[in-house]
């Protein structure tokens, strides 16, 4: 059984940047897309950036060219570099597999 944990989260200013990271256990991640997802306050979950077994990475229009995500297949870790951090970034990020495997998530939260 696959399990997903994520790290990274925390406290940060605005402008400021963090590092998420995704360890997979259970099975290798490196024939899967893999993607991070977020869910703010009294918002429904969304997709932030995607990256599939070969490496093509895609973004949501709210996130591009300020976030970036990467995968070490050897590491069985995905990772969420997170930089230019607004506000409007913090929520609970999450980990997904394959679009059916999901994490316990990681807090953000971006001060003003």
């Known amino acids: 059984q696959v399990q997903l944990v994520e790290s990274g989260g925390g406290l940060v200013q605005a402008g400021g940047s963090l590092r998420l990271a995704c360890v997979a256990s259970?099975?290798?991640?490196?024939?899967?897309?893999m993607g991070w997802y977020r869910q703010a306050p009294g918002k429904q979950r969304e997709w932030v950036a995607g990256?599939?077994?070969?490496?093509?990475?895609n973004y949501s229009d709210s996130v591009k060219g300020r976030f970036a995500i990467s995968r070490d297949n050897a590491k069985n870790r995905v990772y969420l570099q997170m930089n230019s951090l607004k506000p409007e970034d913090t929520a609970v990020y999450y980990c997904?597999?394959?679009?059916?495997?999901w994490g316990q998530g990681t807090q953000v939260t971006v001060s003003s």
């Open positions: 990256i599939s077994s070969g490496g093509v990475t």
């Open positions: 259970g099975s290798s991640i490196s024939n899967s897309f």
């Open positions: 997904n597999l394959g679009f059916r495997v």
